[in-house]
């Protein structure tokens, strides 16, 4: 499998720098601190696919000084100690911490969570908010079908997140789904969005008739991370429009360009019906070719939506479909 979950994503404006944190469970943390000091040590501790998944992690430090990645070793035990390893563009961790329980950790956590202090402003939403893995079944589905197998959705990094935070608002995000492809040296980054309204479908479904609207309940701030994040990292970005009902179809988004005072400036849309969209994640888990057009099979549904279409989103977007 080369699609993979991201368990936390955290942009500091003070520093401007990305931290990615990286939650690894074991049954409990009686491990020497040089256990985990390079790769050949974790590739002989964990399995294939978290190897892989770690690897990939640091492709995303290597030659960027303004990313961090920390990774968490920590059991489901409270009272055990917990490890956390500090990358800054090497395989080598920079600092090594151990803290003594969750009561410890969840300190230095909630100080790099509030970084650049406690902002009033809209947050992504709180780690305690019901719908806050509102697209745990999309996620599940895809890589079930992808795998041929059950495939667990990875919710452990959530879980001791919650914990670590309390009642404090999460100014952190994650990426539902995201790969690296090794020929084109490219990230791709997958946003499940799920319909939930019955009065559009998973083909006119779009993040701006929720965002940019300036009302209370206002989401910009999610697809400003992601299309920030995405441009750090040389990402494609996909927005996966889905529901329940598999008959629907899917939509699938690549976003273009976006503006984050003005909203999105540029869309290739293609609607897929639910066996296209399972047979394009199926081709991309296992993409080989040196062409970064990931979709050119489905040029024909192809429509692309610029900034002119966008200018007057209200008076348009009973035309996008």
Request: net charge negative; proline share 1%; aromatic share 16%.
């Amino acid at each position: 499998m080369n699609l993979f979950q991201l368990d936390r994503i955290q942009y500091s404006i003070k520093h401007n720098k990305y931290f990615i944190f990286e939650f690894y469970k074991v049954e409990s943390v009686n491990i020497k601190l040089d256990l985990y000091m390079n790769l050949d040590c974790l590739k002989e501790a964990m399995s294939e696919g978290e190897f892989k998944k770690y690897s990939i992690l640091h492709k995303m430090t290597l030659g960027n000084p303004n990313v961090i990645l920390f990774y968490i070793i920590y059991s489901e035990d409270d009272s055990d100690s917990k490890v956390v390893y500090e990358f800054k563009d090497s395989c080598i961790p920079e600092k090594v911490q151990q803290f003594n329980n969750l009561q410890d950790i969840s300190r230095w956590f909630v100080a790099m969570n509030n970084i650049d202090g406690d902002s009033k402003s809209k947050k992504l939403g709180s780690c305690t908010d019901e719908d806050d893995d509102e697209s745990k079944d999309g996620v599940h589905r895809t890589l079930t079908e992808v795998a041929g197998e059950d495939i667990p959705y990875d919710d452990s990094g959530l879980d001791i997140t919650k914990k670590m935070l309390g009642s404090n608002t999460t100014k952190g995000f994650d990426f539902d789904l995201f790969q690296y492809i090794e020929c084109n040296n490219q990230f791709i980054i997958y946003e499940f969005l799920k319909n939930k309204t019955d009065y559009v479908t998973n083909y006119t479904a779009h993040p701006m008739r929720y965002s940019w609207t300036g009302g209370v309940r206002d989401n910009k701030q999610k697809f400003v991370s992601l299309w920030n994040a995405a441009q750090t990292f040389k990402a494609k970005l996909y927005l996966i429009n889905y529901s329940d009902d598999c008959k629907e179809g899917i939509g699938v988004s690549e976003v273009v360009d976006l503006d984050i005072d003005r909203g999105f400036r540029e869309e290739l849309k293609y609607n897929l019906t639910y066996e296209e969209f399972i047979g394009w994640m199926k081709y991309m888990n296992d993409y080989e070719r040196n062409i970064r057009d990931y979709m050119r099979d489905y040029n024909s549904k192809r429509k692309h939506f610029t900034g002119e279409f966008f200018d007057d989103w209200k008076g348009n977007k009973k035309k996008y479909n």
